[in-house]
């Protein structure tokens, strides 16, 4: 977002100087902020241009549980619960909107500082074939773009991802070091989604564990579930947010879910389609809308970039975003209208120097 720019006030310059004059010459000002020279391209090296205070995000916090899930009260009774994640909030904000977010929407992204992350990822071989594998490509877009925008919400990055058929997963996976990983990883198996949503996310994460924060399941595929049965997914699905509603330790809130698809498979659109729509599980999953596409994220102009990507990490948890294709889809929207299953093994961490 472009701002307007103040030009700098210079203390006792002597305009009347000549090129004889022994007078010093004026300071060097630089009036337009220049690139680190260590950062990356979307970094730049400057004072926020936008400020906002703790109490602001303290208070967005407080309007969010209250309007929208008051059963996150379980993880956050306390109002003092809420001045840590507040403080971080504010420096996840102004960077934000230093990256060209808008300020409202920076402020409803903090709100993924409440929550853990986990992502479960499609590895199948069509990955890799259909497509002559720019499905690879999305997929890897698309994680650039996450792991940006949630290192700010948590400095330890994305608690886990875990494949459909890798035995072994990720752990604290962010911007600095996701790269390596995928590259290494080997498209194989079947798309047993409903299976290795319970196994690998909803057991290890949800009821083996104490639930610290309300967790943030992503689910990308390029396909239908195949390999289990008929109605695998929806039940599992089902049978959490009925447990769910009947634990008082962790609460009916504490999980949701977004999906969303890469590459053009009908089939996989059609899965995304059937959950959304669903009586049973569609007011606790989001999914992302064909026309909504992963593949926006890598338009180069990033006309798309802070319409997606918000939809993407906020579909599930806010109401605005879960509801926003119901007006049309999202990236149609101009950026400025828009206000087997063997899994024993620990997760492999991520290292910072993996880039």
Same mark, same amino acid.
């Given at each position: ?201 909803? +057991? ?8 610290? @924060?309300? &967790? =943030?399941?992503? #689910?990308?595929? !390029?396909? /239908? ?75 180069? +102009? ?8 918000? @939809?993407? &990490? =906020?579909?599930? #948890?806010?109401? !605005?975003? /879960? ?33």
């Amino acid at each position: 977002m472009a701002t307007a720019h103040r030009e700098p006030e210079l203390d006792h310059v002597d305009i009347t100087a000549t090129p004889d004059s022994k007078s010093k010459p004026p300071p060097r000002v630089d009036l337009i902020p220049t690139a680190d020279k260590d950062s990356t391209a979307d970094t730049v090296s400057t004072v926020p241009t936008f400020k906002i205070t703790e109490d602001e995000c303290f208070n967005n916090f407080k309007k969010f549980i209250k309007r929208e899930k008051s059963g996150l009260k379980v993880f956050y009774p306390q109002d003092e619960d809420l001045k840590k994640p507040a403080s971080a909030a504010k420096t996840m904000v102004e960077k934000l909107f230093d990256l060209g977010c808008k300020k409202e929407v920076a402020l409803q992204l903090s709100i993924l500082i409440l929550y853990d992350m986990v992502m479960l990822i499609d590895d199948s071989p069509s990955m890799e074939t259909e497509q002559e594998g720019q499905r690879i490509v999305t997929l890897k877009s698309t994680m650039k773009e996450i792991t940006s925008v949630y290192d700010l919400a948590n400095p330890k990055g994305i608690r886990s991802i875990k494949f459909l058929n890798a035995k072994k997963g990720l752990q604290n996976i962010k911007s600095s070091n996701w790269r390596k990983k995928f590259e290494a990883h080997d498209y194989n198996g079947m798309t047993r989604i409903g299976t290795s949503l319970q196994k690998k996310i909803l +057991d290890k994460f949800v009821w083996e564990s104490k639930m610290i @924060k309300p &967790l =943030l399941v992503m #689910i990308i595929t !390029d396909g /239908d579930a195949e390999g289990e049965r008929n109605g695998m997914l929806e039940d599992v699905l089902r049978g959490c947010v009925e447990k769910l509603e009947k634990d008082l330790e962790r609460g009916k809130q504490a999980v949701a879910f977004h999906f969303s698809r890469v590459g053009n498979d009908l089939a996989a659109q059609e899965l995304l389609d059937r959950l959304d729509n669903s009586a049973t599980v569609g007011d606790n999953v989001d999914c992302l809308g064909v026309h909504d596409s992963l593949e926006k994220l890598a338009d180069k +102009d990033n006309r798309y970039k802070w319409v997606v990507l918000p @939809k993407l &990490l =906020l579909g599930a #948890i806010m109401q !605005d975003w /879960d509801e926003v294709e119901e007006e049309g889809n999202v990236a149609s929207q101009a950026p400025d209208e828009l206000r087997n299953m063997d899994d024993d093994e620990e997760d492999e961490e991520g290292s910072d120097d993996d880039e």
